[in-house]
């Protein structure tokens, strides 16, 4: 087992992967940039290093910067989280070359899992229904533009390396879609260090549901339910829960143990989310695998009882799944719904960045709050404008969400914007509450419906 682990994130994330180091009795460090010198969890660790100025690019996404700075603090192991390079291959294998743990899967897999076409091909062949898609737009603009238009409009162009919602560029005129491969391209070197795209055809108002897999070194996986991700803007999703509301029970369970079933198949050694796109006309389809933890875990183990982030450590330093998933339950307990807390205007939705005069998260029974952030710290413009994680748990679906409206209308911010109005909106929307979701609901409610 490993005794110290470098964080190489920030935020939310580095917070939360804080608590299960110490919760296992681990030492950590956390390495973080310049501008993420004075949030709270960078002193809460046992010790820190800095990486390198604000930018990603020499900071987060900085390899060198943070092999050196793990090594230096004496890691054993290096947990990337979900983002920057979580689910870089080559990053991966560096770790492992300079005596590291890297906490995710065997580099092959984020290879292979990363290349989501090739992800697509190894499901069709298992069965799977898939979403129609091509392989990476490879060749000249006119080239690319062909290959995409061919696949049939309207489309979803996608960035090859990435996932979160960055860089997905709807497109719905063959005459826009040179602009948008230009501009996802673009987006995506940035956010991955991977400039490649492939196009999907673009299904109009599915709903996105996946399910959360853990699988260990010795030939296991297991499914942890289902989640539901479908409330977006602007592919990003804002609102999860567990379980996914107004779907056949029997058939999104039949499909949870399927997943697990290929991945044992496969052979993949790690937590891992199996994501889907559902129709009413078409069912389920399948859309890529992401090989790390979730931003929405937290739902997911508030219905559970388990802690994932803890259960990755576990798996990476080799431990069998039912020590990494102590008291997996058979159904999940309760209902859990989650909202992104924003730094963003409520109408504009652009993001506001700024000193946090006042930052008073809810707490009380039944809900859980993640962030790297506390009054007085500094929101910059140098990352994603997430400032926190609001998630409540109750015994039904109506309650946790009355629950989470409540928290929410008590959460104090000063100092910048939130998309909290928004939020609380949504949450007493007629078709939410009904369990009629799909990823055009946010847009839907903010029109009035």
């Keep these: ?42 002193a809460e660790a046992d010790e820190s290093r800095l990486l390198g100025p604000a930018p990603a690019p020499q900071s987060y996404l900085n390899q060198e910067a943070i092999l050196s700075a793990a090594l230096a603090a004496g890691a054993e192991a290096i947990h990337p989280g979900y ?69 049939g409009l309207p489309l979803l162009i996608k960035p090859l390396g990435g996932g979160g919602g960055i860089g997905m560029t709807p497109v719905w005129e063959e005459s826009k879609l040179a602009g948008a491969l230009e501009s996802a391209a673009k987006l995506a070197a940035r956010s991955f260090a991977e400039p490649a795209l492939y196009a999907e055809r673009l299904l109009v108002n599915p709903r996105h549901v996946e399910f959360q897999i853990a699988a260990d070194r010795h030939g296991r996986a297991v499914h942890v339910f289902e989640r539901d991700c479908s409330v977006q803007r602007r592919r990003q999703k804002v609102v999860e829960e567990a379980s996914a509301p107004a779907l056949p029970p029997e058939e999104v369970r039949a499909l949870a143990d399927r997943a697990a079933a290929v ?44 802690d994932l982030a803890a259960a990755q450590i576990l798996l990476a330093a080799g431990r069998p799944l039912d020590e990494a998933l102590p008291g997996r339950p058979e159904a999940p307990r309760g209902h ?13 939705f652009l993001p506001s960045p700024g000193r946090l005069k006042v930052f008073r998260p809810p707490s009380g029974p039944g809900l859980r709050v993640e962030t790297g952030f506390t009054e007085g710290a500094e929101v910059t413009p140098f990352y994603d ?46 078709p939410f509450r009904e369990g009629r979701v799909h990823t055009g609901l946010a847009e839907e409610c903010l029109g009035g419906g």
């Design 1 to 42: 087992m490993f005794h110290k682990i470098a964080i190489a994130n920030r935020g939310a994330v580095a917070a939360r992967l804080l608590k299960a180091i110490r919760a296992l009795g681990l030492k950590s460090v956390v390495l973080h940039s310049e501008a993420d010198r004075g949030l709270p969890y960078v």
């Design 83 to 151: 983002g920057f390079l979580s689910e870089n291959p080559a990053f991966a294998e560096k770790v492992a070359q300079a005596g590291l743990a890297f906490i995710g899967p065997d580099p092959k897999w984020l290879r292979l899992l990363g290349d989501k076409t090739e992800a697509k091909k190894i499901m069709a062949a298992r069965g799977f229904p898939v979403c129609p898609s091509t392989g990476p737009l490879k060749g000249s603009m006119d080239e690319q533009v062909r290959t995409a238009a061919a696949l």
């Design 263 to 306: 991945m044992a198949g496969l052979g993949y050694d790690h937590l891992g989310t199996l994501e889907t796109l559902y129709h009413p006309e078409t069912g389920f389809a399948f859309l890529e695998v992401n090989p790390r933890l979730q931003v929405e875990h937290g739902v997911t183990e508030e219905v559970t009882g388990l």
């Design 336 to 348: 859990a719904v989650e909202a992104r807390v924003y730094a963003e205007d409520p109408v504009k």
């Design 385 to 430: 404008p997430m400032v926190a994680l609001v998630i409540a748990r109750a015994e039904t679906r109506l309650k946790a969400l009355d629950l989470l409206e409540e928290a929410l209308a008590g959460f104090a911010v000063e100092g910048i914007k939130t998309n909290i109005p928004f939020l609380r909106r949504l949450l007493k929307y007629g």
